[in-house]
């Protein structure tokens, strides 16, 4: 049975804040359409000092008459960058992804607080190799360890498997194609579940053992990962790990939305 | 605060001067600074220079994401002027940032600490402007004053949710119908013929029980509504478990031993909790959601649930309690989540 304690956190462990974290105000200062549905907003904020790279922003919306919503969304930029990258996936019933992937404009403000999150989190200092599996939107806090580590640690071994519906899904291809090209220590392998082009040559299926087993680091290589997408991506994906000898310290994760289960 | 000033010296102060500018001075109010102009014996100079400095106050408070207003000092707070009658060496030009209640305008023996924290929110950007009527370039000088309602996300809407609902929504929380799973790790898979539960206090062992024994304590249901830090809030759950007053008299234990306890669980997982939010029925060990096992992706075989603080602290795959004397951080704490986490205080992070 597990000890009690922090073993598998004390890695990242950071004083925690001594004020609270305030609200901000970002301007966004460009937009770019990554694919169909998902939305990179730049923003620029007021001595902003960075994060690390994992972490996400909390961002509040206020309408006319006073009514707010929260929503947190990942950081993609380089922790060292001057200017904040967040990326929006649109959920066509959604409340705020429209509004920030349709209406918002350059030049618009948007509160906003953080960073947060201390355990999804990735410094030269954890070390590597760096076993990266994302789905959908998932790639998002992963693109900003890549972006980190190219800088911070180049040569670390480095994987990265990403899942997405089809090839127009794929989100900041062209940095991933730009860092895999620039480093043979990175590997980044697509796989694509609904349809892939005639002349794909990558896989067409769902991460499984199988792929794991074939793209994964061996646990000889006592790697560690970080897994984000969607719930049920997540569980199976850290299970399998697991399964493949991954200790559960090792094995990070992140979920976002819904969990599969029924109401 | 500290760019903020410096940003107006750099401006006005460092050549070429483009105002006239002696001095800049904390004053006693949070964010509060006194801006000291040259004397010019020339009215209409004067005049200039005090709508220059507007402007340049202006434009640094937007680079700062907020709008700056300005009103009148009263006359009695400045001692010397162009325009009193005594000749006067210097104007005075105040240049006041403060919120407008009273309290983080008052000085600070009042607001407890400088810079107030509403000072701080103000230069990062979470004050907007007054209305422009009450603007003024004022005789004796400048008061820039700023409130803090928050900016309106430009062509938002949102979603209303009818009173009654949004009465049960604590502050920032949207409703999900869905139940999302959140954790750090991989899913622990305990066996239940390896599971036990255990109350402990420093090295001893105040009581453990089996997966058996632990089915076999008296069982309470509630239906209540659950809040996670990352937003989403889920009405109606329905749950089954032991309670903490069940659990502390099974141990043959009178009371708490200690004031706070730290929940642990399959995987390392921990959280610190004060033990009167465990009791009068505020926490049990469920073992059932909506009369259905607990999911491992939910925490099972059993997890603790206190619906009434933030859903971190139901601790998901929970082993035990240990009881000790001093309130100390557990997973989530020490990476910057609240050591309370109550939802309707929307104590999210270190410091709410």
Request: charged residues 20%.
């Amino acid at each position: 049975m597990a000890i009690p304690g922090k073993s598998s956190a004390t890695a990242v462990t950071r004083e925690p804040p001594a004020t609270r974290l305030q609200w901000r105000i970002a301007e966004v200062t460009a937009l770019r359409d990554e694919t169909p549905r998902a939305r990179s907003l730049t923003l620029r904020v007021a001595d902003w000092t960075g994060h690390i790279a994992g972490q996400h922003m909390d961002v509040r919306l206020t309408a006319a008459d006073g009514y707010q919503t929260q929503r947190s969304y990942s950081i993609a930029s380089i922790p060292q960058a001057s200017e904040l990258e967040l990326l929006v996936d649109l959920i066509p019933e959604g409340e705020v992804s429209p509004y920030l992937t349709q209406e918002v404009r350059p030049g618009d403000r948007i509160e906003m607080r953080g960073p947060i999150g201390g355990y999804f989190v990735w410094t030269a200092a954890h070390g590597g190799p760096l076993m990266l599996i994302a789905a959908g939107s998932g790639v998002v806090p992963l693109a900003s360890m890549l972006a980190y580590r190219a800088q911070a640690a180049p040569g670390l071994p480095t994987r990265l498997l990403y899942s997405v519906r089809t090839s127009e899904d794929i989100i900041f291809r062209p940095r991933l194609d730009s860092w895999a090209r620039q480093d043979p220590t990175l590997t980044v392998v697509l796989t694509l579940t609904r349809g892939a082009p005639i002349d794909w040559t990558g896989y067409r299926r769902r991460i499984d053992m199988d792929m794991l087993r074939q793209v994964a680091f061996s646990r000889d290589q006592s790697p560690l990962a970080y897994v984000c997408g969607p719930t049920s991506m997540v569980e199976e994906t850290a299970d399998h790990l697991v399964a493949l000898g991954y200790p559960p310290e090792r094995v990070r994760t992140e979920r976002f939305g819904p969990s599969g289960d029924p109401r | 605060m500290r760019s903020f000033r410096s940003r107006i010296v750099r401006f006005a102060a460092d050549p070429p001067k483009l105002l006239p500018l002696e001095t800049l001075i904390s004053e006693y109010g949070p964010g509060r600074y006194e801006l000291t102009l040259h004397y010019r014996s020339d009215l209409g100079r004067a005049a200039d220079d005090l709508a220059m400095l507007k402007r340049l106050v202006r434009a640094v408070a937007r680079r700062h994401g907020m709008t700056a207003c300005f009103m009148a000092l009263s006359y009695g707070l400045v001692h010397a002027s162009p325009l009193s009658t005594l000749p006067p060496r210097i104007a005075n030009g105040c240049s006041s940032l403060a919120r407008q209640s009273a309290r983080d305008c008052a000085a600070p023996e009042l607001s407890g600490r400088w810079p107030a924290p509403s000072t701080i929110a103000l230069l990062q950007g979470r004050c907007h402007s007054r209305d422009d009527s009450q603007y003024h370039i004022a005789r004796k000088g400048i008061i820039v004053a700023v409130d803090d309602k928050p900016p309106v996300s430009r062509g938002f809407v949102g979603r209303r949710r009818a009173t009654a609902e949004r009465e049960r929504v604590p502050p920032g929380q949207y409703v999900t119908l869905d139940f999302p799973i959140l954790s750090a790790g991989p899913t622990p898979h305990t066996p239940l013929q390896e599971w036990s539960f255990a109350l402990q206090h420093g090295p001893n062992r105040l009581a453990e029980w089996n997966w058996q024994q632990f089915e076999a304590l008296p069982k309470t249901s509630i239906t209540v509504d659950i809040h996670c830090v990352t937003k989403w809030s889920k009405f109606d759950t329905g749950w089954e478990g032991v309670t903490i007053d069940a659990l502390i008299k099974a141990a043959g234990l009178e009371q708490s031993p200690t004031a706070y306890v730290m929940a642990y669980s399959d995987g390392g997982y921990t959280t610190n909790l004060p033990v009167a939010d465990l009791l009068n029925g505020r926490g049990m060990i469920a073992s059932k959601f909506n009369g259905e096992p607990l999911a491992p992706g939910h925490g099972g075989p059993a997890r603790l649930l206190v619906p009434h603080l933030y859903f971190w602290k139901s601790a998901k795959w929970v082993r035990g309690l240990s009881f000790v004397a001093e309130d100390k951080p557990g997973f989530w704490e020490s990476l910057g989540y609240h050591m309370y986490g109550d939802p309707w205080k929307e104590q999210r992070y270190s410091g709410d």
